[in-house]
């Protein structure tokens, strides 16, 4: 299987070389592309090396600023595109996606056009967050299927992967969203377009190091987002 892994960073140097390691430790096949916001702790640096050391397996794409991680995202797939990858998985960099589960995925997209990591099809699995934090994301989840009747147990989870052509149906440079409502907005369209949709149970771990990306702000985004999202796919 020819598959890129999608990792957009911003200020992870203290977790980017771990999640490379474990990442080829899983799946020794895949090449990796890391999208870099201009971190100020020299994460992109640190991609610059780890590129030396493996210049035919990892990649890096430079960003001037923090643009948001939709655009991230997308500068990822086009990236993939263009080098006729079959198979993009984005996840995070900082350990809360466990590159464990990649060979799962990497069975199931066999037979379908995206799969996604969810953290409820099974319960609740997440660890190490507080009562509050997991009440937020079982609302944020529960909103986004009331708005979209999207049928997923995990509307917001960002560990994905996805068959070019998929990419391709759902015209994912048109996708609006610039933070975490990019998460929504694609298993939306993937939903729209009549992809073949499955999900796999994952164990989401809350990062290790480094400082959490959610704010107030980014929940005032999901609120009107997902409303906008939805007037938009009509």
């Not at 056009?113 to 099809?121: E, L, N, T």
């Not at 929940?219 to 009107?224: D, F, M, R, T």
Request: hydrophobic share 40%; aromatic share 10%; charged share 25%.
């Amino acid at each position: 299987m020819n598959c890129l892994v999608v990792i957009p960073t911003y200020n992870e140097r203290e977790n980017l070389s771990s999640i490379v390691e474990s990442i080829q430790q899983h799946a020794p096949s895949v090449h990796i592309l890391v999208v870099d916001d201009n971190s100020p702790d020299g994460t992109g640096d640190l991609a610059d090396g780890l590129s030396r050391a493996q210049p035919e397996k990892v990649f890096v794409l430079h960003r001037p600023g923090k643009e948001g991680l939709g655009p991230a995202y997308i500068a990822g797939f086009k990236f993939a595109l263009a080098r006729d990858y079959d198979t993009v998985v984005q996840m995070d960099a900082d350990f809360s996606h466990d590159p464990k589960y990649l060979p799962l995925f990497f069975e199931k997209i066999k037979d379908h056009d995206v799969v996604i990591g969810s953290r409820y099809v099974k319960g609740i699995s997440v660890v190490n967050w507080d009562l509050k934090r997991l009440i937020l994301s079982k609302a944020a989840t529960f909103y986004v299927r009331l708005i979209t009747g999207m049928p997923l147990t995990d509307t917001t989870t960002g560990f994905k992967c996805w068959r070019r052509e998929a990419l391709q149906a759902i015209d994912f440079e048109r996708v609006y969203a610039n933070g975490y409502v990019f998460l929504a907005e694609m298993s939306y369209q993937a939903f729209r377009s009549n992809l073949r949709v499955t999900e796999v149970p994952i164990v989401f771990v809350e990062r290790r190091l480094g400082r959490s990306k959610m704010d107030g702000g980014i929940i005032l985004e999901g609120v009107w987002g997902v409303i906008r999202m939805r007037l938009r796919g009509k």
